[in-house]
Nanobody, 125 residues
């Protein structure tokens, strides 16, 4: 079982900044990709940014130049630095990760893909 816990959301004025964090926990984790997605009211969940274990990054066009994704592999943590926030960035932000972990119940390494519970980001105009 792998759990992801996000933190750092909140209310900010347009032009402001926020930093989201997401920590993955589990047995003997080996994490490949980590990413951030968001879902605004009435809209589908969309990719914001992803980062591979080697540090390669991809961003949605709407956040390029404003958001920066990074990760600390030793801490199993991914971050999203959000600058120059706009009202249209308002959404619930979800962390996602995939990789493998050691299952103590079956004594085998198993694959996982997990989501966090989400953290609300609200940008006021």
């Amino acid at each position: 079982q792998v759990q992801l816990v996000e933190s750092g959301g909140g209310l900010v004025q347009a032009g402001g900044s926020l930093r989201l964090s997401c920590v993955a926990s589990g047995s003997s984790l080996s994490i490949n990709g980590m990413g951030w997605y968001r879902q605004a009211p009435g809209k589908q969940r969309e990719l914001v940014a992803i980062i591979t274990s080697g540090g390669d990054r991809n961003y949605s066009e709407s956040v390029k130049g404003r958001f920066t994704i990074s990760r600390d592999n030793a801490k199993n943590t991914v971050y999203l630095q959000m600058n120059s926030l706009k009202p249209e960035d308002t959404a619930v932000y979800y962390c996602n990760a995939d990789g493998t972990y050691f299952s103590r119940s079956v004594f085998l390494r198993k694959a996982f893909q997990s989501w966090g519970q989400g953290t609300q980001v609200t940008v006021s105009s």
